[in-house]
């Protein structure tokens, strides 16, 4: 059931009133048609297992249209592989990639495994369309998925030409050569040492940029530094070079003291990692903000929108309005569902607390997406715990103090949010 903790807070009978007729009217009958078998019922689900693929496809495809006229709203998964009865319930990979597919669905869909669709592919009536690869949790390898066409939505190789012509975002080389050190301190030494690596590593986490560890003729940029030292003063410097044009695009000086170095080691190869990244997210979305929508690709969409993050509130209903053209390209990245959220906030940055509740509305909406789509999301917690849109109402029917503590909470969502946007370049695959 997609939306259940957030149905259960608005109205708690009418939502297990409505769950209990889903049950007895249509899934359980049906499942029952089809001969399978209801294994266990959750709060706000059921796992269920059948003889064949086929019927397991049939079932649920026919309990989506059923279930079209619920207020509620569900979405399945299915997989084909092994699994362990204990009497009382199954178990295995196989159970848990149903699980993680499910996750992925959208509201009324129907997602099935590569392994269910080679099967059933030429043997039902259905049209699919491939979803690509996913990487899901606890398990290894990537899970290849496809959707079960609804009637009126069409196969893939019949998308719109907007969709068609989606790309892979080009993938930015930045050159990270030794730290020069000037003089002959072991300290400093060790210090370059140990930041190369470390900013490398932060670079590279990335999914649209590639750090490597010298300059080989390849890099868009090179990012140099240099360190020395006086007594226990420490001055260290940071270069980025555009490898086109030999043009210094950026640059940082740090001023410290040699305390701890591992402290410092931390701190600066977080630090340069961090602004190396806003640097290039503000460059590439200057070349972009003056493309119309409708004639970029959803990478590049996403790429048109970070830019404005990085600026304030100024233009971000143009970023709004970027995110979701690349939503309705890519419904399933995680990025523009996340940046959704954070532009909303944006646009309320002077009032957070005046945020409407149909604009909360659709906070709760691609916060619950974003999270099924990735749970180890870099903001999960703070979402969750901080931002949830649930407890921001109950909040506005509280004291001034709670107000005050909600403030607080937004101010830290702010600040989690633009270090999230700067680590992560929206140029990234769903």
């Not at 049209?127 to 899901?136: C, L, N, P």
């Not at 050569?177 to 000037?182: F, I, K």
């Not at 555009?242 to 402290?263: G, H, K, M, N, P």
């Not at 309005?321 to 309705?328: G, I, K, Q, S």
Request: proline share 5%.
């Amino acid at each position: 059931m997609v939306g259940y903790t957030r149905l259960m807070e608005r109205d708690t009978d009418g939502t297990v009133a409505a769950w209990k007729r889903a049950r007895g009217e249509d899934i359980d009958p049906l499942i029952d048609a089809h001969s399978g078998r209801i294994v266990k019922h959750t709060g706000d689900g059921f796992l269920a297992e059948f003889p064949t693929v086929r019927d397991a496809v049939d079932c649920a495809v026919a309990m989506q249209a059923r279930l079209a006229s619920s207020p509620l709203d569900f979405r399945m998964g299915i997989n084909l592989g092994d699994i362990i009865d204990d009497g009382e319930d199954i178990h295995g990979e196989g159970v848990n990639v149903a699980a993680r597919i499910e996750a992925l669905a959208e509201p009324g869909a129907v997602y099935v495994s590569g392994g269910v669709y080679d099967q059933v592919r030429n043997r039902v009536e259905h049209s699919f369309e491939d979803m690509g690869e996913h990487q899901v949790k606890h398990v290894s390898a990537p899970v290849r998925v496809y959707a079960i066409c609804s009637p009126e939505k069409p196969a893939e190789g019949e998308r719109p030409a907007a969709a068609a012509n989606e790309t892979p975002a080009k993938t930015t080389r930045i050159a990270v050569p030794p730290l020069q050190v000037v003089g002959d301190n072991d300290e400093v030494t060790a210090l370059a040492e140990g930041l190369r690596p470390g900013i490398i590593d932060g670079l590279a986490a990335a999914n649209a940029l590639t750090a490597t560890a010298s300059e080989d003729g390849k890099a868009d940029f090179v990012l140099q530094g240099s360190g020395r030292a006086v007594g226990q003063r420490l001055r260290l410097i940071f270069t980025l070079t555009d490898a086109a044009t030999a043009a210094q695009v950026w640059s940082q000086r740090y001023d410290r003291t040699l305390d701890d170095i591992f402290e410092l080691e931390d701190e600066i190869a977080q630090s340069v990692a961090y602004m190396v990244r806003v640097y290039l997210i503000k460059a590439t979305s200057d070349h972009l903000v003056d493309r119309d929508d409708a004639e970029l690709a959803w990478p590049d969409l996403l790429s048109k929108a970070a830019g404005f993050f990085t600026q304030g509130v100024a233009n971000i209903d143009v970023a709004r309005a970027a995110v979701a053209a690349a939503l309705e390209q890519a419904p399933h990245s995680t990025m523009a569902h996340a940046m959704t959220i954070a532009a909303i906030f944006r646009q309320a940055e002077l009032s957070p607390l005046a945020i409407p509740p149909s604009e909360l509305e659709k906070i709760d909406h691609h916060l619950e997406r974003v999270l099924s789509l990735d749970g180890a999301a870099y903001f999960e917690h703070l979402a969750r715990i901080r931002f949830n849109p649930g407890r921001i109402l109950r909040q506005r029917r509280s004291s001034r103090i709670r107000w005050a503590w909600l403030s607080r909470s937004l101010r830290r969502w702010r600040s989690t949010v633009h270090q999230w946007f700067s680590r992560r370049p929206f140029a990234a695959t769903p």
